[in-house]
Nanobody
């Protein structure tokens, strides 16, 4: 399984970015997917996750209403649309997948991408 996350960069507060996570060796349409982030000096936290069936979608309270998780089965790619970005969103963002929703939901998925840096600053 390989996950390639990209789309990070430097953006001003209030701006938007869309992170992408391209997968190989796994079918994202059948997987639970999570986006996680880790800011300097802080613990890793789960930003958003979506169940295998897409029936359950969860967001960290700090990003509700601003971030949207999605997947494109045809492209085998997952996305995290981030709007109204704030300086506190600055972190390395990771995508992760697992066949088990419980592992993604509890923050221990078995397959991780390499991370993409998001910096929100004026």
């Amino acid at each position: 399984v390989q996950l390639q996350a990209f789309g990070g960069g430097l953006v001003q507060p209030g701006g938007s970015l869309r992170l992408s996570c391209e997968a190989s060796g796994v079918t994202l349409a059948d997987s639970a997917i999570g986006w996680f982030r880790q800011a300097p000096g802080k613990e890793r936290e789960r930003v958003s996750c979506i169940s295998n069936s897409s029936k359950v979608i969860d967001y960290h309270d700090s990003v509700k209403g601003r971030f949207t998780i999605s997947r494109d089965a045809a492209k085998n790619t997952a996305y995290l649309q981030m709007n109204n970005l704030k300086p506190e969103d600055t972190a390395i963002y990771y995508c992760a997948v697992d066949t088990l929703w419980s592992r993604v939901r509890t923050g221990v998925p078995r397959n991780w991408g390499q991370g993409t840096l998001v910096t929100v600053s004026s």
